[in-house]
């Protein structure tokens, strides 16, 4: 059973940046797409963004297209997410995730990842 570790999170004023960390204990990490999810109070878990293998793809949602950046270190076994220009609706529980399947392309949806970290909160104030 693989474990993701994010790191990261924090306070930070609206406009202001962060860099949120992912680590995997596994040795396949190279097999998985992977991605990043949030959640804010009282809403459902959404896609924010998702990363090919070797990271030669990847896919965004519309709210954070131009302000987000993901990226992974395979042989750190770490995956990234660079968020800049934050607002305040980006408030959220941040969580890391490993594609269900190993060797497949980078996926938008939540069923298509099937481990989990534990999250890290970001809040922005305005």
């Known amino acids: 059973q693989v474990q993701l570790v994010e790191s990261g999170g924090g306070l930070v004023q609206a406009g202001g940046s962060l860099r949120l960390s992912c680590t995997a204990s596994a040795i396949t990490f190279t097999n998985y797409a992977m991605g990043w999810f949030r959640q804010a109070p009282g809403k459902e878990r959404e896609f924010v963004a998702a990363?090919?293998?070797?990271?030669?793809?990847?896919d965004y949602a519309e709210s954070v297209k131009g302000r987000f950046t993901i990226s992974r270190d395979n042989a750190k076994n770490a995956v990234f997410l660079q968020m800049n220009s934050l607002r305040p609706e980006d408030t959220a529980v941040y969580y890391c995730a490993r594609a269900r399947s190993p060797f497949t392309g980078v996926a938008g949806t939540e069923a298509d990842f099937g481990s989990w970290g534990q999250g890290t909160q970001v809040t922005v104030s305005s």
């Open positions: 990363i090919s293998r070797r990271g030669g793809g990847a």
